[in-house]
């Protein structure tokens, strides 16, 4: 199986075509459910099938479809970070550790701007810590006083009170911002302005994760540590990257834009004459991840952007970071685009782009153990920028490289770093992406286009075929007491959504909690209905609301009460054919009308003496029989109990005499 060039132009799912000159380029194209979406086969390592071992762990690999097996109420609209804490979570105010675990299939869209916390509240988290020595408030700045290497601290790595109570407050931090993301989870954004700001999110420990269509910025840290022995000149080290993939497999990254928001690496200022750093990595995957694809994604104005494998000290992560990357467009950024430890990485189609030197480093890391097969790249370098900068190696040694250009001259970037390095890389790889998947390679003139138009959040029209916004408001209706009569706990609520953006999901909730969830088909503006049968309900009364959604947005319906007052079986009445008073004779039970029971208990004295399961056929009359048979002569006193799920009835007590 061998990669093919064709001049057709190959998109991953759910992408648009370039824009045609033709007339019908002038209507807007159609919105698309990112949330149902998998991805396809052939798509990268993420579609691969088979074994794998994330940080040991044996698992085998189906591809990777994220939650689009999620069951209807497991379907959300979050446009708050509380709301997305606890759609991860699979509950309200569920801890990282619930979000961790969860393995239920969910599917997430994210409308508008979620941010996780200002940069400037760093202070609120700060000021939670007291420095034990001085018994003071935390601040940062009298931690970079006291551990200036040209002071009496010097060059040696940060300990004691101010240390220990930075840590304190960057673990305050990471409960508010650090997020983590379980398994069989979608999260997507809608439309072009969705944002995840000021967040962490940890896919960890979790297989089969597709997220798409989001900014994701400003993974920003307030309390980043010195390292003085970080290089010759020390180091600002921050904590926080704005994805990892961490022990983790079958991810796909699709169509995301990841940068700094509002602190571009280009406004740190500078401390201890290094930049105070308060940024990882845009899009790290380490700890034996394994099986990413990242496709369409855009990655910009960022020093450490994407790093594959997290050690040299990790000799468990050889098989795994095995990781695809396509079409994806870094632009003035540092280095690790991407920097990789042990994987098999595949680059193809992807375009980097530097308007000028800035912090450039280098883009392809080759580190230990790692094996890098890379084709049909493009590079735009600034001017005066050499082409064997591209590459640098990390304790790697190979790494395979074919169809690359540089400014749109084709260019052979391996040849161009052994030309001066002190250990060479070998043009090998130890493996062939097409023995593994079917790929289609672009042109590599056509790349810089293709991908100009294609990568980051916001190209794919994302929402849903059946609606343009938010689903209008639902008005309900119930049944109950129709056609019986009878307010016996069984009856349907009804939501009518008369006119107006249709759902594609609407929700019980009773009392409050969740009790159904149905998938709607919608035919906007026609009018939607959606029918949720309820039953067993015991006398009370029960307040329903429906809540319609849509990727767009929710709506909440008015509040619809139902009263249920006849769900026990009605009164019965005894009789008995005891004439001859001889001892032998038949207690019968009449319900003549009202709500049947489904067990039936007789008492003498007592005491039960018989037992039966009833049919219920409400409101029809029920009649059970009981034979009596060698009682002595006396006086006997018998109750009937009927019963159904709702509770039970007794009947008057009927009295019955034996004289001889």
């Not at 503006?525 to 067993?536: C, N, S």
């Not at 399961?613 to 109750?639: D, I, M």
Request: glycine share 8%; aromatic share 8%; charged share 15%.
């Amino acid at each position: 199986m061998r990669a093919r060039l064709t001049l057709v132009v190959t998109l991953a799912a759910g992408a648009l075509l370039l824009p045609s000159t033709t007339a019908s380029a002038t209507s807007p194209p159609p919105a698309i459910d990112l949330g149902h979406e998998v991805l396809p086969p052939g798509d990268g390592w993420a579609s691969y099938e088979g074994p794998t071992v994330p940080d040991g762990k044996p698992t085998v690999a189906t591809g990777t479809t994220g939650g689009a097996a999620a069951d209807p109420a497991q379907v959300y609209v979050v446009d708050t970070w509380q709301e997305l804490r606890d759609a991860l979570a699979g509950k309200a105010g569920g801890s990282q550790t619930d979000a961790r675990s969860n393995t239920v299939p969910r599917i997430i869209y994210v409308t508008g701007t979620i941010t996780a916390f200002d940069p400037a509240t760093c202070d609120d988290f700060a000021s939670q810590v007291t420095v034990s020595d001085t018994g003071q408030p935390f601040r940062m700045a009298d931690y970079i006083a006291y551990y200036d290497p040209a002071g009496p601290w010097g060059k040696v790595k940060p300990s004691g009170p101010l240390e220990n109570a930075r840590i304190a407050a960057a673990a305050i931090q990471a409960t508010k911002t650090l997020q983590h993301v379980g398994s069989n989870v979608t999260l997507v954004g809608v439309g072009d302005d969705a944002q995840i700001v000021g967040a962490s999110m940890r896919i960890r420990d979790a297989h089969n994760v597709i997220v798409r269509n989001l900014t994701i910025a400003d993974a920003y840290d307030c309390f980043p540590v010195w390292d003085p022995t970080d290089t010759a000149v020390g180091n600002w080290n921050s904590a926080y990257d704005n994805v990892s993939v961490w022990t983790s497999t079958s991810v796909w990254v699709d169509h995301n834009t990841f940068n700094d928001g509002a602190h571009p690496h280009s406004a740190l200022p500078v401390v201890f004459g290094r930049p105070f750093e308060t940024h990882d990595g845009l899009l790290d995957i380490t700890h034996g991840s394994d099986l990413v694809t990242v496709s369409y994604n855009k990655l910009e104005q960022h020093d450490k952007t994407e790093l594959i494998g997290s050690s040299d000290s990790r000799p468990q992560d050889r098989g795994q970071h095995r990781v695809t990357l396509h079409h994806n467009h870094w632009i003035d950024i540092g280095q690790r685009a991407p920097r990789v430890r042990f994987g098999d990485v595949h680059l193809y189609d992807n375009l980097y782009t530097q308007t000028a030197e800035g912090l450039f480093q280098y883009y392809w890391g080759a580190g230990i153990e790692s094996s890098i097969y890379a084709e049909s790249n493009a590079f735009e370098l600034a001017p005066g920028v050499d082409p064997g900068r591209i590459i640098t190696r990390w304790a790697g040694t190979q790494l395979f490289e074919t169809g690359s250009t540089v400014n749109g001259q084709p260019t052979d970037i391996l040849a161009a770093f052994n030309a001066t390095a002190p250990v060479p890389l070998a043009p090998t790889a130890r493996w062939n992406p097409a023995d593994v998947y079917d790929y289609t390679l672009d042109p590599v003139a056509d790349v810089p286009e293709i991908v100009r138009a294609q990568a980051g959040a916001g190209v794919v029209a994302s929402g849903t075929p059946v609606a343009t916004a938010a689903p209008g408001v639902a008005v309900l209706s119930d049944d109950n007491g129709q056609g019986t009569g009878l307010f016996d706990g069984s009856y349907t609520v009804t939501a009518n959504l008369y006119w107006g953006q249709n759902a594609t999901v609407a929700k019980l909730y009773e009392n409050g909690v969740l009790v159904d969830a149905e998938w709607l088909t919608g035919t906007t503006p026609a009018r939607q209905t959606v029918k949720f049968p309820i039953t067993g309900r015991v006398d009370g009364t029960y307040t329903y609301v429906v809540e319609l959604l849509n990727p767009y947005g929710t709506s909440t319906s008015r509040p619809h009460t139902v009263v249920v007052k006849d769900a026990a079986p009605a009164l019965a009445v005894l009789s008995d054919d005891n004439r001859d008073g001889d001892g032998s004779f038949t207690v019968t039970t009449n319900l003549w009308w009202g709500t049947n029971a489904t067990h039936y208990a007789l008492y003498r004295d007592g005491v039960m003496v018989d037992e039966q399961e009833l049919t219920a056929a409400t409101p029809r009359r029920q009649t059970v029989t009981t034979v009596v048979t060698g009682l002595e002569p006396g006086t006997y006193r018998f109750v009937a109990v009927l019963s159904n799920d709702a509770g039970s009835t007794s009947t008057a007590e009927r009295v019955v005499t034996v004289r001889s």
